[in-house]
């Protein structure tokens, strides 16, 4: 990363923002909080140009009762239960997935394809898949495999909506979208049209070095300060692409297919967004006995949702949403730190609380 090309972009984003009526722009990936905070990128930017972050955090987002009907599956079931190690450290009551180890056979594993390899030898093992669009397709191709005795509890979720919902909310005032990498590899720049044709909201699909970010950020002001002279855009002027190198207008096919072929879509919990009209990746009835939920049906029949009522305090929602900054929490760095969570944001290497602590950012 060139210091000039960085000392540039960000005069030429001064320069634009003299004299303008605030800018507020949400990016939706914790890895751009990561680099944004990692490198102070706020701190160079103008005070009247504000980068909000938004639900872009898969582990974040998850809400407690999909964690707590793998809790009670564990209860009721001896099973061999595999996740990413981010999602085993999320408390609940008191106690995590981590929690379960030496009672419970429960194993952190770096991809779905490691349960599989259990499962072929024999275990009865249950996949807790979360994620977005990025991870979607190896849970796909895990279930296409039909080993037997595997199956996958599926908390994935499609971005996309989560988008639409959160503009149709209106409650925070969001003037561009500095759109998500990764999920874009997969969904392509034109799942993004519908929502620039809705709503009229520019957005950049940005990578993740710092320079990715800045001329993310520039090309936002830019096109919003026409919007707001009352210049007529087209379509592909408010929907760029700054992450050419690796994000297609089609994103990759194959990889869509395969997602639509396992998932389906419901109505389905965010954390601190509530019920998004088909943003549930639930597995398709033909699949059936590779989801967790029809293959242990039995054992969820007494399940009941309860409310963890030491999250009452706990802001993680309203961090998701861009309504508050971290600092602004009552727990943040008191009760709730890297070492002792109380919600998700605090605990996945996403989670715009967590990357705070960790780079010392309030």
């Known amino acids: 990363m060139s210091?000039?090309?960085?000392?540039?972009?960000?005069?030429?984003?001064?320069?634009?923002?003299?004299?303008?009526?605030?800018?507020?722009?949400?990016?939706?990936?914790?890895?751009?909080?990561?680099t944004i905070t990692r490198y102070a990128l706020r701190t160079l930017l103008p005070k009247n140009l504000k980068l909000l972050s938004g639900p872009g955090c898969p582990v974040c987002i998850t809400p407690d009762v999909d964690l707590q009907k793998v809790f009670h599956l564990l209860e009721k079931k001896n099973v061999v239960l595999t996740t990413?190690?981010?999602?085993?450290r999320v408390p609940?009551?008191?106690?995590s997935l981590f929690s379960f180890r030496g009672k419970k056979d429960v194993r952190i594993v770096y991809s779905i394809f490691d349960a599989l390899k259990i499962a072929k030898k024999g275990k009865k093992v249950v996949h807790f898949a979360i994620g977005f669009e990025t991870t979607m397709p190896s849970t796909a191709l895990a279930v296409l495999d039909k080993v037997e005795n595997f199956s996958v509890f599926s908390s994935h979720r499609y971005f996309i909506p989560a988008m639409d919902y959160l503009l149709s909310l209106g409650e925070v005032k969001i003037d561009g979208f500095i759109n998500p990498g990764h999920v874009s590899t997969i969904v392509?720049?034109?799942?993004?049209?519908f929502l620039v044709e809705k709503y009229g909201v520019p957005q950049v699909?940005?990578?993740?070095?710092?320079?990715?970010?800045?001329?993310?950020?520039?090309?936002?002001?830019?096109?919003?300060?026409?919007?707001?002279?009352?210049?007529?855009l087209e379509k592909e002027?408010?929907?760029?692409?700054?992450?050419t190198r690796a994000v297609s207008y089609e994103?990759?096919?194959?990889?869509?297919?395969?997602?639509?072929?396992?998932?389906?879509?419901?109505?389905?919990?965010?954390?601190?967004?509530?019920?998004?009209?088909?943003?549930?990746?639930?597995?398709?009835?033909e699949f059936s006995e590779y989801?967790?939920?029809?293959v242990f049906e039995d054992a969820f029949k007494d399940f009941t949702p309860l409310e963890d009522k030491k999250k009452r305090a706990c802001r993680c929602g309203d961090v998701l949403r861009g309504i508050i900054t971290p600092e602004e929490c009552p727990l943040f760095m008191k009760v709730c730190t890297p070492r002792d969570p109380v919600g998700p944001c605090m605990v996945s290497y996403e989670g715009t609380c967590s990357i705070w602590a960790k780079y010392g950012s309030y």
């Open 291 to 294: 989801d967790a939920c029809k």
């Open 84 to 88: 990413f190690g981010d999602m085993a």
């Open 205 to 232: 699909i940005a990578g993740f070095e710092p320079m990715d970010v800045l001329t993310a950020v520039y090309l936002l002001v830019r096109t919003i300060k026409k919007l707001r002279s009352g210049e007529k």
């Open 237 to 243: 002027e408010l929907l760029l692409n700054e992450y």
């Open 92 to 95: 609940y009551m008191g106690k």
């Open 188 to 193: 392509g720049v034109k799942a993004y049209e």
């Open 3 to 34: 210091v000039y090309k960085v000392d540039k972009i960000v005069s030429l984003i001064r320069e634009e923002m003299k004299g303008e009526e605030e800018i507020r722009l949400m990016h939706l990936c914790g890895t751009h909080e990561d």
């Open 251 to 285: 994103g990759n096919v194959k990889a869509q297919e395969v997602i639509k072929k396992v998932f389906g879509r419901e109505d389905w919990e965010w954390r601190g967004l509530g019920v998004i009209p088909n943003s549930g990746a639930s597995i398709k009835e």
